[in-house]
């Protein structure tokens, strides 16, 4: 069984599906969840979670517990925003997001996992390692 929160590579989560395991998708775009549970309907729940709030983990807990466990937990999330006038509201959503969001997610996953006695956690970053030339003047 697979815990996902969305925009993993369909690649990834059509590997999982042909190997007969489950898939537990998350996400903030319900349109999105419902389009890929047709694929597999047998095999997919799907659950509305945004990462920034925090009922997020409970709501995590209620897909687990759907489908009666999880085994695998990936998550992919993240935001970014060219930000050149350094907005702090822009800067603050994106940390929202990209960090607490980010470890809300991942450390419920681990503790979950630590509960069970066992599971896979794996992530796919939101950091981009380049940087965006920054001037100081003019």
């Known amino acids: 069984d697979m815990a996902e929160i969305e925009y993993v590579p369909l690649e990834t989560t059509d590997e999982i599906l042909l190997g007969g395991s489950s898939v537990l998708s998350a996400g903030r775009r319900l349109e999105r969840l419902e389009a890929f549970r047709e694929q ?13 709030e925090v009922e997020a983990v409970d709501k995590l807990h209620l897909l687990i517990d759907k489908l009666g466990g999880m085994d695998l937990f990936l998550l992919s999330t ?16 994106t940390v929202n997001t990209n960090a607490i969001g980010f470890t809300r997610m991942v450390t419920a996953a681990y503790h979950y996992f630590k509960e069970q006695g066992c599971g896979h956690l794996a992530v796919i970053s939101p950091y981009n390692p380049l940087c965006y030339p920054f001037r100081t003047h003019q």
């Not at 993240?78 to 959503?93: S, Y």
């Open 40 to 52: 597999a309907p047998e095999q997919t729940e799907i659950q509305q979670l945004d990462v920034t």
């Open 78 to 93: 993240g935001v970014g925003n060219q930000n050149r006038t350094l907005n702090p509201d822009i800067e603050l959503a």
